[in-house]
């Protein structure tokens, strides 16, 4: 399978997306917020951006912010690369919390900066 990336965008080559897609992919019916209407390809965008603003805080040299104080910036985020997912921000926002929090269990690379 090809690296995911969101439309328009240049992926990012330090994000080991095959991983974090794979956690994801293994999990995300066992969701509380999933609906079995919708597809794996509809929830994959918000972990992915939940996944990277995480990383993006764990690596920055400033003070990590807690989630609440970038939830408004995942949400434009999510108005713009969200492709093709038919997930309003409503729908996405427990998913995109999901990948942000997780990121640490999907991404190996940060349990050693925790």
Do not use: C, K, N
């Amino acid at each position: 399978m090809p690296d995911y990336q969101i439309p328009g965008r240049v992926p990012d080559d330090s994000t080991p997306r095959q991983a974090v897609f794979d956690y994801w992919r293994d999990r995300y019916t066992a969701e509380p917020y999933y609906d079995d209407s919708l597809l794996f390809d509809d929830y994959e965008p918000a972990y992915r951006i939940g996944h990277a603003a995480r990383v993006h805080e764990t690596r920055a040299d400033a003070i990590i912010r807690a989630y609440e104080q970038v939830e408004a910036e995942l949400q434009g985020r999510w108005a713009t690369e969200r492709g093709t997912s038919r997930l309003e921000w409503e729908q996405a926002r427990a998913a995109v919390r999901r990948g942000w929090d997780e990121a640490h269990v999907a991404d190996p690379r940060l349990v050693r900066s925790r």
